[in-house]
């Protein structure tokens, strides 16, 4: 009875709050947003059914991660309320047991949380089927995943959040701490996945609210098939994620019984004091100094005042802040924890990177608003802090006294901004320390104390600055502590995924502005520039925020709006209308140039109107995409390069050839994007049919038409120049050092350019495009056709730069000077190349290295040349080392390396890939930092990966691959497979397991077995990882030279420049030509269909025969299945041949006992036993030990041997 | 202008809140220099009058004056010279009595650390507090920080002293302690005292003014209007049952149990009549008389003809 009362006293309370609505509001708000913006646009390119289980599972878990905030205001409320109000006094009187005062609130929480999450299906409903979403990307509608993803997830994740928000509450007697919670588990929902994402069960348990879990079904572990059809049910890891919590959650309650207790908070503790005894006071015993006159000083007024009180606040505010448990000591563990695990996080594939200061940097700063990393925290903080700020005298009661003293609104305003200032200046110096002491204790690298300094508290302070200031102002106008929270973590999630919402344009989203980067190379190079101005003009606004804030600054009792409005009014005076009006016009002023920049000096487009304009592209020029066209044959370019004036002249002419059969009437140029071109002129007379400057394409009629074989010039001028900075920032392809650029962008380009259109089917519905494929199909013999600059040219250049930079381009440097202050260079390829080239100028240091061909003439020799950022030299001479295994290696296996020279050249970034393009091979900075000397796998990936790219010489850059289906597979697949080989020769067995292992992690990322065959291969999986596997695990079947002979083949059959080009399907007849007819099936299982095997030992035992010998009984399992790309799967029998291996026990100081037998035996589907006999004792036994054949668990494989004497 | 004592002066001063209650209807008043009483019961608008008066509050409509200063619209200037106690407050539990005090003289002006530093230990001693200066506030007892209260609100010697229900909660010896304070002030400043506990304004006030539902009831000096109520009251020791009669008969104004019997008193301008006796009226009596409307200004300014 009395537990019925008080729950429902408490439920219909917050039921009848205005509060509790707008919560259920915002929910609805936010699922709606989530559904409409993020979803139906993925549903549109086809990806998902937007109603499909899975997708409302998903909407469930993001909404319930941003319920966190509001559950804790319902539970912190219930659980805290009556000691807040101090109705305590009577209710902890009154004769109620424990049970039923804390059962009753508990229960009214958690039901009030449910009926707000109820917010989410009623949304998801509103957004699905009432807010004209097309039926097509909609499935039928079904009752039963609103049902579950509400009783599965919703409900569940109520109940979680609500027991721990509601045990803190009431255990602390503060709502707050509930509050702490829920910003916790928020934190957590979104570290907790990437963090444990490797050891997916982990990282499916610990999160109690699913989030991770969830959305990695949709993302990567769940077929299409199950993404539209399967609903999330309570099985597997997910029921043990709900068991798991749901016992915690009990426990949690159950100490919370125990722990709590129905008496004062203050009466628990024993006073430290104990009152002195009042000695012999009468009843008009008068103080002793009574008699004194009461002092007389009087307060002085005036600005000096109100400065001295300004610091003395802060300095007060901020002791306060700083001295609660989530003040400084949190920010210390935040510190402690990030400088902690930074030595981890400071790499890329899993290799140590050389801590240098700008790498640190970039690890630990971040704008505010990008939802990566910790800042989210930091924002929550903020806003917590800002909270508490505004809010600690007026809940204390202090606020009436404090109110009616004199000090001006703008000091208690300005007090508390610049205490909230000082907290993230201390936090800004644990992280610098954190940064400073983890760089040391890696080693290796010098910390930049200067730049540290700069970048922490000159631009990383103003980011934080900015969004303090915002919400002190969201608290101070908003005048609800919670309702304030809420609005300011919304106002932060609206900043943070504005470009999701439709607003692009960093003008519109408070506190935006384009980054800035700072990389040894480059320095800051432009970035500063459109950074300060952009913050300039939020700074302004903020300004102007702070002015209101003080207007409405809250002092006294009358809270209303009209009496705030009142308030505001008459406080606008003196020089408060002067400060906004300066704000105002540092608005104009800052917008105004900011405006100019993105607007006039650039052609400001959001991501809709690019994506518009592809498809104008598409609709005006596609159907010239046959019209033929002259070739390419040689370049020939004069460039002025000036990095200070961040500008670029050329002069360029292209020899072209008509090589059809047909005469040619007409070019079709498409200009580059950025540039300047003019002068466009023929060795022939032309007329210009066409001019169209937004798209920058042009049509020239040729007065004589071009005869088959007849050849063209064409004389063009490019002109570039830096002009101030657009919506995304600056250009960063020309500055002071670091300069490069290439011909894809800026030059001018034959023909239609069918890498212009849109790829994502949503998209091209939207303009009315036909539907396509995102890529060709492999089947498409129109498409085989076609590839992006694919004409076989002469390339010359005579290059002039700044004095002090090298240039590089491709070919043979023939010649430098220098000419009246700048340098020149004169490149000239030897043989042709392909059409893709980079121009570089920039301050390198230059590692050079000699390779020579066993038979060649010295004049054969190539120069192996790494262009390294300065100061690196540990990776150059590794890269040089691998440069020449590989020329060694491939020159031997697939045929001649056309050039005489082999570049690597560094470009500034934060990047650690590469790009390689014929001879010349950009390399990101990055990728100099790479130090696998402290790698504790042992692997040298800094060897490998050049290997891969000197590969690309031959797979990409010889061979060059259609524009289809599987066109990695013959080109990273390859790359990898090569570089295998060099491994293996030149560097040893034990290397090439190092990178086999290396390509074997990403297998234990869980992902959906739904896939395409490898010769249709998509995606970074397939070309980087199964591709080079597949490839490896048939040269292992049928021997390697039969698979490098095979290639080699394939580089015959199709020379560089000839037509239809090569896809996987003529790698395939290659590798069918030389697998012998037993192995033909592996071939097919492993290219033709995507085939997992399913082989597992179940029993191993040995006996030991009379003569010492070992005869060992293994019992196996088997099977073979073809899954399809929506994800159905088939059996089918298993024929194959299949490795089995033996080991001897492990010895001391090894990791793997020695192989004692390995031989492939023909295996087939079900179980079978294997007898064997060896002359040692075994240990363990293997079905393919090496995983040559594709099988995702890869544990069972192995059983220990049970021996009997 | 320290040396010329300025006055309070209230002008129909109206304020209703949002939920429609009237809080105050067209008050008006005078207060000069020196300690006045604003007696009424619970919720007669005691203390939203006086938060209108410490700046915190704005009314509806009238005008109130501290000297030439405009309150409502000059609030900047009123509170540097005001101090405010009101009716309910809290301290943080964590700081001590010192630090706290410190806080508000900063708040207050004092900023010159010197000034700042002799002030408050001045105040603390004067309070009574010296010896617990270094205490916690969350270990202060109900009086203690009453009187660190007063404390905040002496702190910048200020020219308007509004103390909102200061007594309410003290056991008799902080009551005493208390007033004793309060009475060293109210020379050369205005001090408002608002209270239900008529003792608090007998013993300390030389002006006061009765309050109830917003209205003002009545405005005097304590003496005076005593004096003015000489030969009305009359008492009669009575049983419970008796008392309806009694009632409807006469102008009852007060009855209390005395020694298990009903004391009543009744306001009569002549002798009520069988049993009744008079009494030496005192302060209690004028409040009563008020409450039940026999006391209105026109008594009060009757019974002054009489006297004179």
Same mark, same amino acid.
């Given at each position: 009875?009395?537990?019925?009362?008080?729950?429902?006293?408490?439920?219909?309370?917050?039921?009848?709050?205005?509060?509790?609505?707008?919560?259920?509001?915002?929910?609805l708000?936010?699922?709606?947003?989530?559904?409409?913006?993020?979803?139906?646009?993925?549903?549109?390119?086809?990806?998902?059914?937007?109603?499909?289980?899975?997708?409302?599972?998903?909407?469930?878990?993001?909404?319930?991660?941003?319920?966190?905030?509001?559950?804790?205001?319902?539970?912190?409320?219930?659980?805290?309320?009556?000691?807040?109000? %101090?109705?305590?006094?009577?209710?902890?009187?009154?004769?109620?047991?424990?049970?039923?005062?804390?059962?009753?609130?508990?229960?009214?929480a958690?039901?009030?949380?449910?009926?707000?999450?109820?917010?989410?299906p009623?949304?998801?409903?509103?957004?699905m089927?009432?807010?004209?979403?097309?039926?097509?990307?909609?499935?039928?509608?079904?009752?039963?995943?609103?049902?579950?993803?509400f009783?599965?997830?919703?409900l569940?994740?109520?109940?979680?959040?609500?027991?721990?928000?509601?045990?803190?509450?009431?255990?602390?007697?503060?709502?707050?701490?509930s509050?702490?919670?829920?910003?916790?588990?928020?934190?957590?929902?979104?570290?907790?996945?990437?963090?444990l994402e490797k050891?997916?069960?982990?990282?499916?348990?610990?999160?109690p609210m699913?989030?991770?879990?969830?959305?990695?079904?949709?993302?990567?572990?769940?077929?299409?098939?199950?993404?539209?059809?399967?609903?999330?049910?309570?099985?597997?890891?997910?029921?043990?994620?709900?068991?798991?919590?749901?016992?915690?959650?009990?426990?949690?309650?159950?100490?919370?019984?125990?722990?709590?207790?129905?008496?004062?908070?203050?009466?628990?503790?024993?006073?430290?004091?104990?009152?002195?005894?009042?000695?012999?006071?009468?009843?008009?015993?008068?103080?002793?100094?009574?008699?004194?006159?009461?002092?007389?000083?009087?307060?002085?007024?005036?600005?000096?005042?109100?400065?001295?009180?300004?610091?003395?606040?802060?300095?007060?505010?901020?002791?306060?802040?700083?001295?609660?448990?989530?003040?400084?000591?949190?920010?210390?563990?935040?510190?402690?924890?990030?400088?902690?695990?930074?030595?981890?996080?400071?790499?890329a594939?899993?290799?140590?990177?050389l801590?240098?200061?700008?790498?640190?940097?970039?690890?630990?700063?971040?704008?505010?608003?990008?939802?990566?990393?910790?800042?989210?925290?930091?924002?929550?903080?903020?806003?917590?802090?800002?909270?508490?700020?505004?809010?600690?005298?007026?809940?204390?009661?202090?606020?009436?006294?404090?109110?009616?003293?004199?000090?001006?609104?703008?000091?208690?305003?300005?007090?508390?901004?610049?205490?909230l200032?000082?907290?993230?200046?201390?936090?800004?110096a644990?992280?610098?320390?954190?940064?400073?002491?983890?760089?040391?204790?890696?080693?290796?690298?010098?910390?930049?104390?200067?730049?540290?300094?700069?970048?922490?508290?000159?631009l990383?302070?103003?980011?934080?600055?900015?969004?303090?200031?915002? @919400?002190?102002?969201?608290?101070?106008?908003?005048?609800?502590?919670?309702?304030?929270?809420?609005?300011?973590?919304?106002a932060?999630?609206?900043?943070?995924?504005?470009?999701?919402?439709?607003?692009?344009?960093?003008?519109?989203?408070?506190?935006?502005?384009?980054?800035?980067?700072?990389?040894?190379?480059?320095?800051?190079?432009?970035?500063?520039?459109?950074?300060?101005?952009?913050?300039?003009?939020?700074?302004?606004?903020?300004?102007?925020?702070?002015?209101?804030?003080v207007?409405?600054w809250?002092?006294?009792?009358?809270?209303?709006?009209?009496?705030?409005?009142?308030?505001?009014?008459?406080?606008?005076?003196?020089?408060?209308?002067?400060?906004?009006?300066?704000?105002?016009?540092?608005?104009?002023?800052?917008?105004?140039v900011?405006?100019?920049?993105?607007n006039?000096?650039?052609?400001?487009?959001?991501a809709?109107?690019?994506?518009?304009?592809?498809a104008?592209?598409?609709?005006?020029? %596609?159907?010239?995409?046959?019209?033929?066209?002259?070739?390419?044959?040689?370049v020939?370019?004069?460039?002025?390069?000036?990095?200070?004036?961040r500008?670029?002249?050329?002069?360029?002419?292209?020899? $072209?050839?008509?090589?059809?059969?047909?005469?040619?009437?007409?070019?079709?140029?498409?200009?580059?994007?950025?540039?300047e071109?003019?002068?466009?002129?023929?060795n022939?007379?032309?007329?210009?049919?066409?001019?169209?400057?937004?798209l920058?394409?042009?049509?020239?009629?040729?007065?004589?038409?071009?005869?088959?074989?007849?050849?063209?010039?064409?004389?063009?001028?490019?002109?570039?120049?830096?002009?101030?900075?657009?919506?995304?920032?600056?250009?960063?392809q020309?500055?002071?050092?670091?300069?490069?650029?290439r011909?894809m962008?800026?030059?001018?380009?034959?023909g239609?350019?069918?890498?212009?259109?849109?790829?994502?089917?949503?998209?091209?519905?939207?303009?009315d /495009?036909?539907a %396509?494929?995102?890529?060709?199909?492999?089947?498409?013999?129109?498409?085989?056709?076609? @590839?992006?600059?694919?004409?076989?040219?002469?390339?010359?250049?005579l290059?002039?730069?700044?004095?002090?930079?090298?240039?590089?381009?491709p070919?043979?440097?023939?010649?430098?000077?220098?000419?009246? !202050?700048?340098?020149?260079?004169?490149?000239?390829?030897?043989a042709?190349? %392909?059409?893709?080239?980079?121009?570089?100028?920039?301050?390198?240091?230059?590692?050079?290295?000699?390779?020579?061909?066993?038979?060649?003439?010295?004049?054969? @020799?190539?120069?192996?040349?790494?262009?390294?950022?300065?100061?690196?030299?540990?990776?150059?001479?590794?890269?040089?080392r691998?440069?020449?295994?590989?020329?060694?290696?491939?020159?031997?296996?697939?045929?001649?390396?056309?050039?005489r020279?082999?570049?690597?050249?560094?470009?500034p970034?934060?990047?650690?890939?590469?790009?390689?393009?014929?001879?010349?091979?950009?390399?990101?900075?990055?990728?100099?930092?790479?130090?696998?000397?402290?790698?504790?796998?042992?692997?040298?990936?800094?060897?490998a990966?050049?290997?891969?790219?000197?590969?690309?010489?031959?797979?990409g850059?010889?061979?060059?691959?259609?524009?289809?289906?599987?066109?990695? /597979?013959?080109?990273?697949?390859?790359?990898?497979?090569?570089?295998?080989?060099?491994?293996?020769?030149?560097y040893?067995?034990?290397?090439?397991?190092?990178?086999?292992?290396?390509?074997?992690?990403?297998?234990?990322?869980?992902r959906?077995?739904?896939?395409?065959?490898?010769?249709?291969?998509?995606?970074?999986y397939?070309n980087?990882r199964?591709?080079?596997?597949?490839?490896?695990?048939l040269?292992?079947?049928?021997?390697?030279?039969?698979?490098?002979?095979? /290639?080699?083949?394939?580089?015959?059959?199709?020379?560089?420049?000839?037509?239809?080009?090569?896809?996987?399907?003529?790698?395939?007849?290659?590798?069918?030509?030389?697998?012998?007819?037993?192995?033909?099936?592996l071939?097919?299982?492993?290219f033709?269909?995507?085939?997992?095997?399913?082989?597992?030992?179940?029993?191993?035992?040995?006996?030991?025969?009379?003569?010492?010998?070992w005869?060992?009984?293994?019992? $196996?399992?088997?099977?073979?299945?073809?899954?399809?790309?929506?994800?159905?799967?088939?059996?089918?029998?298993?024929?194959?041949?299949?490795?089995?291996?033996v080991?001897?026990?492990?010895?001391?100081?090894?990791?793997?006992?020695?192989q004692?037998?390995?031989?492939k035996?023909?295996?087939?589907? !079900?179980?079978?036993?294997?007898?064997l006999?060896?002359?040692?004792?075994?240990?363990?036994?293997?079905?393919?030990?090496?995983?040559?054949?594709v099988?995702?668990?890869?544990?069972?494989?192995?059983?220990?041997?049970?021996?009997?004497? | 202008?320290?040396?010329s004592?300025?006055g309070?002066?209230?002008?129909?001063?109206?304020?209703? *809140?949002?939920?429609?209650v009237?809080?105050?209807?067209?008050?008006?008043?005078d207060?000069?220099?020196?300690?006045?009483?604003?007696?009424?019961?619970?919720?007669?608008?005691?203390?939203?009058?006086?938060?209108?008066?410490?700046?915190?509050?704005?009314p509806?409509?009238?005008?109130?004056?501290?000297?030439e200063?405009?309150?409502?619209?000059?609030?900047?200037?009123?509170?540097?010279?005001?101090?405010?106690?009101?009716?309910?407050?809290?301290v *943080?539990?964590?700081?001590?009595?010192?630090?706290?005090? =410190? *806080?508000?003289?900063?708040l207050?002006?004092?900023?010159?650390?010197?000034?700042?530093?002799?002030?408050?230990?001045?105040?603390?001693?004067?309070?009574?507090?010296?010896?617990?200066?270094?205490?916690?506030?969350?270990?202060?007892?109900?009086?203690?920080?009453?009187?660190?209260?007063v404390?905040?609100?002496?702190?910048?010697?200020?020219?308007?002293?509004?103390? =909102?229900?200061?007594?309410?909660?003290? =056991?008799?010896t902080?009551?005493?302690?208390?007033?004793?304070?309060?009475?060293?002030?109210?020379?050369?400043?205005?001090?408002?005292?608002?209270?239900?506990?008529?003792?608090?304004?007998?013993?300390?006030?030389?002006?006061?003014?009765?309050?109830?539902?917003?209205?003002?009831?009545?405005?005097?000096?304590?003496?005076?209007?005593?004096?003015?109520l000489?030969?009305?009251?009359?008492?009669?020791?009575? =049983?419970?049952?008796?008392?309806?009669?009694?009632?409807?008969?006469?102008?009852?104004?007060?009855?209390?149990?005395?020694?298990?019997r009903?004391?009543?008193?009744? *306001?009569?301008?002549?002798?009520?009549g069988?049993?009744?006796?008079?009494?030496?009226?005192?302060?209690?009596?004028?409040?009563?008389?008020?409450?039940?409307?026999?006391?209105?200004?026109?008594?009060?300014q009757?019974?002054?003809?009489v006297?004179?």
């Amino acid at each position: 009875m009395k537990f019925q009362r008080i729950f429902a006293l408490e439920f219909c309370y917050q039921l009848r709050r205005f509060a509790t609505w707008l919560y259920f509001g915002v929910i609805l708000l936010i699922t709606f947003l989530v559904v409409i913006a993020n979803y139906a646009a993925d549903a549109r390119d086809g990806y998902i059914l937007l109603n499909s289980p899975i997708v409302m599972a998903a909407v469930t878990v993001i909404c319930c991660v941003f319920w966190l905030v509001i559950g804790a205001s319902v539970a912190g409320d219930a659980a805290a309320r009556d000691v807040q109000t %101090r109705m305590h006094l009577l209710t902890y009187a009154a004769p109620t047991s424990k049970a039923a005062y804390l059962g009753g609130r508990y229960l009214a929480a958690f039901a009030l949380s449910a009926v707000l999450l109820l917010a989410i299906p009623v949304g998801m409903l509103l957004a699905m089927h009432f807010a004209g979403v097309e039926a097509e990307i909609l499935g039928p509608f079904r009752v039963a995943p609103y049902l579950t993803t509400f009783f599965f997830i919703a409900l569940p994740n109520a109940f979680f959040a609500t027991a721990m928000q509601f045990s803190a509450a009431a255990l602390s007697r503060r709502a707050l701490a509930s509050y702490l919670i829920g910003a916790v588990l928020f934190a957590a929902a979104y570290t907790i996945w990437p963090l444990l994402e490797k050891g997916g069960t982990w990282g499916n348990l610990a999160d109690p609210m699913s989030f991770g879990p969830v959305l990695s079904h949709l993302s990567i572990d769940w077929s299409p098939q199950e993404k539209n059809t399967r609903f999330l049910l309570l099985e597997g890891s997910f029921l043990a994620n709900r068991l798991i919590w749901f016992g915690i959650s009990l426990g949690l309650l159950a100490f919370t019984y125990f722990r709590f207790e129905l008496v004062l908070p203050e009466a628990r503790q024993k006073r430290k004091l104990s009152q002195p005894p009042i000695t012999g006071v009468g009843l008009h015993h008068v103080p002793q100094k009574a008699a004194q006159v009461l002092p007389s000083a009087r307060g002085t007024y005036g600005v000096a005042t109100q400065l001295r009180q300004l610091s003395l606040l802060t300095g007060k505010f901020f002791l306060q802040l700083a001295k609660s448990r989530a003040g400084l000591p949190l920010l210390v563990a935040l510190a402690l924890l990030i400088g902690f695990v930074l030595p981890n996080n400071l790499e890329a594939k899993g290799v140590p990177l050389l801590p240098r200061t700008d790498f640190v940097l970039e690890y630990l700063l971040a704008p505010l608003a990008q939802p990566d990393k910790f800042w989210p925290l930091i924002a929550s903080l903020t806003i917590f802090y800002a909270g508490e700020l505004v809010w600690r005298e007026r809940e204390t009661g202090l606020s009436e006294i404090a109110d009616a003293t004199s000090v001006p609104e703008w000091v208690l305003f300005l007090s508390r901004f610049l205490a909230l200032g000082l907290v993230l200046v201390v936090w800004l110096a644990f992280l610098l320390t954190a940064g400073l002491v983890a760089q040391l204790v890696i080693g290796g690298t010098y910390p930049e104390i200067g730049l540290y300094l700069q970048t922490f508290f000159g631009l990383q302070l103003v980011e934080c600055l900015l969004f303090a200031l915002l @919400a002190l102002f969201v608290h101070v106008l908003v005048n609800q502590k919670f309702v304030g929270h809420l609005v300011a973590l919304l106002a932060y999630g609206s900043i943070a995924f504005a470009s999701v919402l439709g607003i692009e344009h960093k003008l519109l989203i408070f506190s935006a502005s384009p980054g800035w980067t700072y990389t040894d190379m480059a320095g800051f190079g432009p970035t500063l520039a459109p950074w300060l101005w952009f913050k300039a003009y939020w700074m302004a606004w903020a300004l102007l925020l702070a002015v209101v804030a003080v207007l409405f600054w809250v002092r006294g009792r009358d809270v209303s709006v009209a009496a705030r409005v009142q308030l505001a009014r008459r406080r606008l005076r003196g020089t408060l209308p002067w400060v906004a009006a300066a704000a105002m016009a540092g608005i104009l002023l800052f917008g105004g140039v900011v405006f100019y920049n993105t607007n006039v000096l650039h052609n400001y487009t959001s991501a809709a109107e690019a994506a518009a304009q592809r498809a104008t592209y598409e609709h005006r020029y %596609r159907r010239y995409r046959n019209v033929p066209q002259p070739l390419l044959t040689s370049v020939n370019l004069r460039v002025e390069i000036y990095p200070k004036q961040r500008m670029v002249a050329i002069q360029g002419t292209y020899w $072209l050839v008509n090589n059809s059969q047909v005469a040619i009437d007409s070019v079709h140029l498409g200009m580059g994007a950025g540039v300047e071109t003019t002068g466009v002129h023929f060795n022939q007379p032309t007329r210009e049919l066409l001019h169209d400057e937004e798209l920058g394409q042009r049509i020239y009629a040729l007065t004589q038409p071009l005869r088959p074989g007849d050849s063209l010039r064409l004389h063009f001028q490019v002109g570039y120049q830096a002009k101030g900075f657009s919506n995304h920032g600056t250009d960063a392809q020309v500055m002071e050092n670091g300069s490069s650029f290439r011909n894809m962008e800026w030059l001018p380009v034959i023909g239609y350019a069918p890498y212009r259109e849109l790829d994502e089917a949503g998209a091209r519905k939207v303009h009315d /495009l036909p539907a %396509r494929p995102a890529t060709a199909s492999l089947y498409d013999i129109a498409a085989r056709r076609y @590839a992006p600059f694919p004409e076989q040219i002469r390339f010359e250049a005579l290059v002039g730069t700044d004095a002090g930079q090298q240039v590089v381009a491709p070919g043979t440097l023939r010649r430098t000077w220098t000419k009246a !202050g700048r340098s020149y260079f004169h490149y000239a390829t030897d043989a042709p190349i %392909r059409n893709e080239y980079t121009l570089f100028s920039a301050n390198y240091a230059v590692l050079e290295g000699k390779w020579q061909g066993p038979s060649a003439s010295p004049e054969q @020799a190539v120069a192996i040349q790494i262009y390294a950022p300065p100061g690196l030299t540990e990776n150059p001479a590794r890269m040089v080392r691998s440069a020449q295994a590989s020329l060694d290696y491939y020159t031997k296996e697939f045929g001649p390396y056309p050039h005489r020279q082999l570049r690597f050249v560094a470009h500034p970034s934060y990047a650690f890939g590469h790009h390689a393009a014929p001879i010349d091979i950009t390399a990101e900075e990055g990728f100099f930092l790479l130090n696998p000397q402290d790698d504790s796998r042992g692997f040298d990936l800094v060897t490998a990966v050049v290997a891969h790219e000197v590969a690309h010489q031959w797979w990409g850059n010889q061979l060059k691959q259609a524009y289809v289906e599987g066109a990695g /597979l013959i080109t990273e697949s390859l790359a990898w497979y090569s570089a295998m080989g060099v491994l293996e020769d030149k560097y040893g067995a034990e290397h090439l397991q190092r990178l086999l292992r290396f390509l074997q992690e990403e297998n234990e990322t869980p992902r959906t077995r739904a896939a395409l065959p490898l010769l249709q291969a998509d995606g970074f999986y397939q070309n980087y990882r199964k591709g080079p596997f597949a490839l490896y695990a048939l040269s292992q079947y049928i021997g390697r030279d039969r698979v490098n002979g095979a /290639l080699r083949q394939l580089l015959a059959r199709h020379r560089p420049g000839t037509i239809s080009r090569p896809t996987s399907l003529d790698l395939y007849r290659e590798l069918q030509t030389a697998t012998p007819d037993s192995l033909q099936p592996l071939l097919h299982d492993l290219f033709k269909a995507n085939t997992f095997w399913e082989l597992a030992t179940e029993a191993a035992s040995a006996n030991q025969l009379k003569r010492g010998a070992w005869q060992v009984t293994l019992t $196996l399992q088997a099977r073979k299945l073809v899954v399809d790309s929506t994800g159905t799967e088939t059996k089918r029998p298993m024929q194959d041949w299949v490795e089995i291996g033996v080991f001897a026990p492990v010895k001391a100081g090894q990791e793997e006992g020695q192989q004692l037998y390995l031989q492939k035996h023909l295996i087939k589907s !079900g179980r079978q036993t294997i007898v064997l006999t060896l002359p040692e004792r075994p240990a363990k036994v293997s079905v393919d030990p090496r995983q040559l054949l594709v099988d995702w668990k890869p544990t069972d494989n192995y059983s220990v041997v049970q021996s009997n004497r | 202008m320290r040396n010329s004592p300025l006055g309070l002066s209230i002008r129909n001063v109206s304020k209703q *809140y949002a939920n429609g209650v009237q809080a105050l209807h067209q008050v008006s008043l005078d207060i000069p220099p020196g300690m006045f009483g604003l007696l009424g019961p619970n919720g007669a608008g005691k203390s939203t009058l006086m938060r209108t008066l410490a700046t915190l509050q704005e009314p509806d409509e009238g005008q109130l004056f501290l000297g030439e200063l405009d309150i409502v619209h000059q609030k900047e200037a009123v509170r540097e010279t005001l101090g405010y106690l009101p009716q309910e407050f809290g301290v *943080y539990p964590k700081a001590s009595a010192e630090e706290l005090l =410190d *806080y508000f003289a900063v708040l207050k002006g004092l900023t010159n650390r010197a000034v700042r530093r002799e002030t408050t230990e001045a105040l603390l001693q004067q309070t009574n507090l010296w010896d617990k200066r270094k205490q916690k506030l969350g270990g202060f007892s109900g009086g203690m920080k009453q009187r660190f209260g007063v404390a905040v609100a002496l702190l910048g010697n200020p020219r308007l002293l509004i103390v =909102d229900e200061p007594t309410a909660g003290l =056991d008799p010896t902080e009551r005493v302690r208390f007033l004793n304070l309060l009475s060293e002030l109210g020379e050369s400043s205005v001090v408002i005292l608002s209270t239900h506990i008529v003792e608090d304004v007998s013993e300390l006030c030389t002006h006061m003014a009765i309050i109830n539902q917003g209205h003002i009831l009545l405005e005097a000096q304590p003496v005076e209007a005593v004096a003015a109520l000489t030969g009305r009251i009359w008492r009669k020791l009575t =049983d419970k049952p008796s008392l309806p009669a009694l009632e409807r008969e006469h102008q009852v104004i007060s009855a209390k149990l005395l020694s298990g019997r009903t004391l009543v008193h009744v *306001y009569s301008p002549d002798h009520p009549g069988n049993g009744f006796e008079p009494v030496e009226p005192d302060l209690k009596d004028v409040y009563f008389s008020a409450m039940t409307g026999c006391f209105t200004p026109a008594t009060q300014q009757a019974a002054k003809e009489v006297a004179v």
